[in-house]
């Protein structure tokens, strides 16, 4: 007869470590919602299953997509109220969208702004240079 699998639990130090962040960062993700309240240990430190380590990781992926934590409880309480990913996907698809929206616009700016410095450059350039003159 076979044994189930270990579950493996990560105690929040350990998983701070592996994904560079502060304990601080991961407790606060539970105070506001972000993260589920964790198993504990006898001693009252919090460990993290398969799932727990699954959705930090997916919550630090949004933070450097640009995601906002308010995106983030928007999209997690959505999640919270309905069960179904088929709600909060096209939900996450309209974020992303706006994010890009923005990143498109920012990108417009500093191609503008790169050809004014370009042309401010030639035109100081094509200045007479006082020292080459008799």
Same mark, same amino acid.
């Given at each position: !007869? !076979?044994? #189930?699998?270990?579950?493996?639990?990560?105690?929040?130090?350990?998983?701070?470590?592996?994904?560079?962040?502060?304990?601080?960062?991961? +407790?606060?993700?539970? @105070?506001?919602?972000?993260? #589920?309240?964790? @198993?504990?240990?006898?001693?009252?430190?919090?460990?993290?299953?398969?799932?727990?380590?699954? +959705?930090?990781?997916?919550?630090?992926?949004?933070?450097?997509?640009? %995601?906002?934590?308010?995106?983030?409880?928007?999209?997690?309480?959505?999640? +919270?109220?309905?069960?179904?990913?088929?709600?909060? !996907? #096209?939900?996450?698809?309209?974020?992303?969208?706006?994010?890009?929206?923005?990143?498109?616009?920012?990108?417009? +700016?500093?191609?503008?702004?790169?050809?004014?410095?370009?042309?401010?450059?030639?035109? %100081?350039?094509?200045? #007479?240079?006082?020292?080459?003159?008799?």
């Amino acid at each position: !007869m !076979m044994n #189930p699998p270990k579950l493996e639990m990560v105690q929040i130090g350990d998983l701070a470590k592996q994904l560079g962040i502060t304990t601080r960062t991961i +407790r606060y993700y539970e @105070e506001i919602g972000l993260m #589920p309240s964790p @198993e504990r240990l006898g001693s009252g430190v919090r460990c993290y299953g398969k799932e727990g380590v699954l +959705r930090l990781k997916f919550i630090l992926k949004l933070k450097e997509l640009g %995601i906002t934590l308010a995106e983030m409880q928007e999209l997690s309480d959505l999640y +919270r109220s309905t069960q179904a990913q088929t709600v909060v !996907m #096209p939900r996450l698809v309209e974020i992303l969208d706006g994010h890009i929206a923005k990143i498109d616009q920012k990108i417009s +700016r500093i191609s503008l702004l790169r050809q004014e410095l370009a042309n401010y450059r030639k035109k %100081i350039a094509e200045l #007479p240079n006082p020292k080459n003159q008799p």
